[in-house]
T-cell receptor, first 114, second 114 residues
Framework: KAGVTQTPRYLIKTRGQQVTLSCSPISGHRSVSWYQQTPGQGLQFLFEYFSETQRNKGNFPGRFSGRQFSNSRSEMNVSTLELGDSALYLC?????????????FGPGTRLTVT | QQQVKQSPQSLIVQKGGISIINCAYENTAFDYFPWYQQFPGKGPALLIAIRPDVSEKKEGRFTISFNKSAKQFSLHIMDSQPGDSATYFCAAVISNFGNEKLTFGTGTRLTIIP
């Protein structure tokens, strides 16, 4: 079974621009979560989608948004990029069946804001 | 607020030795505790997980010890190998449906030397 895939793997953007990252979960997984990983803050939860609905949201500004499609694929968008948004953005998928909480991560998208 | 505290930040262990990483949590509502292993350039990979109704779980060379009263849990890697060199994250989840976001520790960079 294929793992979680994220595209693109690397991205360089300029401050003030916006960016869209994509995540395809493991087949059959209906929950997709997004995390930001930085050396200073570690892994921080952004938001989680289940059946096209945002169920949980972390403490990030409204510039960070996401959505999930009917095939469980998810996108996250960051508008008005700031230098501090440079990070590894990780997507994780979960089956969420029979109270299974294992989350499986993709390789991440490395975003650099200049 | 750091809800999961992880130590040490970095650890160097000789090949064949035992690597021990500790985590402490504050929120007693957490009831699922996974450990993730992350290699450079990769997303975190689920290694082993435990629920607080057991005090120990072993999978191969990896063991989680759990102390519910002290709100602490630890990862032991027996017979540590150079291939175990990676960053390890503990995490915690409140496993009631609709709230399964991972709260991560700050990570431990483990280096196994020959």
């Amino acid at each position: 079974k294929a793992g979680v895939t994220q595209t693109p793997r690397y991205l360089i953007k300029t401050r003030g621009q916006q960016v869209t990252l994509s995540c395809s979960p493991i087949s059959g997984h209906r929950s997709v979560s997004w995390y930001q990983q930085t050396p200073g803050q570690g892994l921080q939860f952004l938001f989680e989608y289940f059946s096209e609905t945002q169920r949980n949201k972390g403490n990030f500004p409204g510039r960070f948004s996401g959505r999930q499609f009917s095939n469980s694929r998810s996108e996250m968008n960051v508008s008005t990029l700031e230098l501090g948004d440079s990070a590894l953005y990780l997507c994780a998928s979960s089956l969420l069946f029979d109270r299974t909480y294992e989350q499986y991560f993709g390789p991440g998208t490395r975003l650099t804001v200049t | 607020q750091q809800q999961v505290k992880q130590s040490p930040q970095s650890l160097i262990v000789q090949k064949g030795g035992i690597s021990i990483i500790n985590c402490a949590y504050e929120n007693t509502a957490f009831d699922y505790f996974p450990w993730y292993q992350q290699f450079p350039g990769k997303g975190p990979a689920l290694l082993i997980a435990i629920r607080p109704d057991v005090s120990e779980k072993k999978e191969g060379r990896f063991t989680i010890s759990f102390n519910k009263s002290a709100k602490q849990f630890s990862l032991h890697i027996m017979d540590s190998q150079p291939g175990d060199s990676a960053t390890y994250f503990c995490a915690a989840v409140i496993s009631n449906f609709g709230n399964e976001k991972l709260t991560f520790g700050t990570g431990t960079r483990l280096t196994i030397i020959p």
